[in-house]
Structures are given as structure tokens and as C-alpha cells.
């Protein structure tokens, strides 16, 4: 395994690489955990944890009360690691649905990660095939979510690299052991906890505080805006793809602002200074 | 194909059928967690869209909460006796006060649960 041999060679300083080379040496974990970025990345997951908790229990209990059995629950908790997408596929699972009809709804519903991988590709290139998989795997929404607000711009710089991977260990860590605990603990206590309480809303309440945290600029808040209502408007549209039409009139709606909101201020800095 | 309805009937029965769908599902949110960069080779995004990752996160997160707010059984409520509505309103104005995403997760459920579970809402 290659993490094993990465494991065995020395901690080499890391010689500078040339910004063409497509492949880093991956540090290994134990080095990256020492590193004070992963605390870092630990410490932002543990204010959202409650929330991710509340909605990895309540998807334990769905898929329980759906019918599934516990070896099911359990297998899909451990390897499908995608909330949204377990709870769509489970009804069609219990229903007998074909497989593509399953296979394809789970896609639509995750097709947002497929736009978070456009932003996080300048960050995962310089990493090998093997660990850019597991990397991708292991990158729920709230994980891109602090990565890229901790990490606004992608480096090739090796101190920077180390950083980056070290917060998102630490983020991907604490998610992924909060998400697995409480699933389990749904799953075995499935009978005992009732849908209906709604203990499910702290996960949306997460999503909310995260997404409040977000809004540095106007026009951040004008895409929320835009992109809640538009997808309210396209809730209709089968497998969730509601969320893909409303990234996009969002993007295709702030982009032009953006730059219209630029070309005016430049316009009015040239009118100041010709005043001065 | 009767695995589903042997599932439901004789509780705790496992299917290989379900099992290999889990490993597809498995795949797919590897391939579309990925899928941009499983390639190395070069690709370089056009300036609109590049422009437009400013406002991905923001935009699929809204995507993702506001219809679990305003929304029940795909419709727009057309109520005010609805919890959740209160229940973000608290959180969204403790994470301003507090600056704390914890806060608002814990406000807005001490808001949301006594109303939804005591009152019904």
C-alpha cells in the first residue's frame, strides 16, 4: 500500500518542486496531524458537529424504519458516506426500483459535488491518482465548504500544500467520525426514535450557520437569495436536480453584477481622482 | 426482481441485490465527489465560470436549505404555524449576535423542537 511506504521513508524536508511538477510527495497523516492546521480543521467541524450528528442519527433511523436490515443500514452508512443521496435511494432500494433508476437518482442528487470538484481541482493536482480519489471521497459538503473559506486560493508552494492537507484532515476527520458514530447509533436505536420529533432540523440549522458564515459580500448574499428562490421555483424538476438549476441562474445572475459592479467603480475612482 | 418486497415483509434480511447497488452508490459518490479532478490533464476554465466559483458554495447551500424551510410535501407552505420558519429566524438572529454556528444550531432547535413535538406546529 502506498501510505504504507510513504510511512516507512524518512520526514525528508521537502525539496522544492518545480510548479510543473505533477505530483507532490503526499506527507503522511502523523506528520500532518502535528501540523497546527489540523486542530484548526478539527475545531471548525466541532462547531457544526451537533448538526452533522442530529442528521447522520436521523439518516440511520430513515433507512432502518424504510426496511432496510442492519447489515444494509450499516454497509450503506460505511461506503455510500453521502447523506442526501442514501436518503433518496433508500425508498427505490426498499421498492425493488432497477438499479440505474437508483444509481442515476444518486448521481443527480450528488451532481453538486461535481461543481465543488471544479474549485477544489487546483488544490488536488499535485497529489497521485490514489489520493486524489480518497481525498475526493472523503469531501462531504460542509468539508469543501471550510476548506475553501479557510484556503481561498490554491498553492504550489510545499509549506502551503502541507497546510492545506493538514486542515483537511482534520476537517474530514471530524466529520467523518461524527456523520459514522451518530449513523450508528440511528441505526441501533431506530425503534426508539421517532422521525417525527424532526431532530433531522439541526442538520439544516448547521447548513444555515455555515451559509450565514459564508456571506462576506452583497452579491454573495443576492446569489443565496437567488439561488433559494430559484430552487424552490424548480422543486418540481425529478432527482433534486432543482439544486443544479439554482447554482447555475445564480452563478449566471452574479457573475454579469459582479462585473457591471466593477466597471463602475473603476469609473467612479477615475472620476474622483480627474476631480482631485 | 423481489428483494424489496422480501426486505420489508421478513425484517432483517440482507440481499445481495442491495448489497452490489450499495457498492454502485459507493462509486458513484467517489466518481462525482472527484470527477474534475481524476484527470490530470490540462483544462483550463473559461473566466466566466472561474468568476462563478465565487458563488457555488453559497448558491448550493441556499439551494439545499431553503426549500427544507418554506416547503412541505413540495409545495410551498401557505401557513405561519410552521416551526421551522421560527426556528431558522432564531438561528439566523443568534449566529449575527454571537457570530457562532453552534449558537445558531442550538437556538434555532431550542426554538424548534418545544413548538414542533408540545405544540404540534
Known sequence: ???????????????????????AQPATASALWRHPEALLGLRDMATVAIGIGAWGMMTGVAMVNAGMSTVEALAMTFFVYAGSAQLAATPLIMAGAPMWVILATALCVNLRFVVFSVHMRAYMLHFPLWRRLVAGY???????????????????????LRAQQAYWLGGCSANWSTWMLCSVIGVALANFIPVAWGLGFAG????????????KTRL?????????????????LPLRLNI??????AVVVCVPLAAVRKARMQSSQRTEQEAS | MTSGLLASTVPNVTDGWTLLTIAGL?????????FFFISQRDFKLPRWAEQGLHYAPIAALAAVIVPELVMSQG????????????????????????????????????????LHIGWGW
Open chain 1, 138 to 160: 472523503l469531501t462531504a459538503d460542509l468539508n469543501y465548504v471550510f476548506f475553501v473559506r479557510r484556503h481561498p486560493t490554491p498553492s504550489a508552494d510545499p509549506a502551503v
Open chain 2, 75 to 114: 409545495q410551498l407552505i401557505s401557513t405561519l404555524q410552521d416551526t421551522r420558519i421560527y426556528g431558522a429566524i432564531a438561528g439566523t438572529a443568534v449566529f449575527f449576535w454571537r457570530k457562532s454556528t453552534l449558537g445558531c444550531i442550538i437556538a434555532g432547535m431550542a426554538v424548534y423542537l418545544p
Open chain 1, 204 to 215: 439544516i440549522l448547521a447548513l444555515l450557520g455555515v451559509a450565514l458564515s459564508l456571506l
Open chain 1, 1 to 23: 500500500m502506498p501510505q504504507q511506504a510513504a510511512a516507512l521513508q524518512p520526514a525528508a524536508p521537502q525539496t522544492t518542486q518545480p510548479a510543473a511538477q505533477p505530483t
Open chain 2, 26 to 34: 459507493t462509486v458513484i459518490t467517489v466518481l462525482t465527489r472527484s
Open chain 1, 244 to 249: 443544479l438549476v439554482a447554482i447555475a441562474v
Open chain 1, 220 to 236: 454573495q448574499s443576492v446569489a443565496a437569495l437567488i439561488a433559494g428562490a430559484a430552487a424552490v421555483a424548480a422543486f418540481a
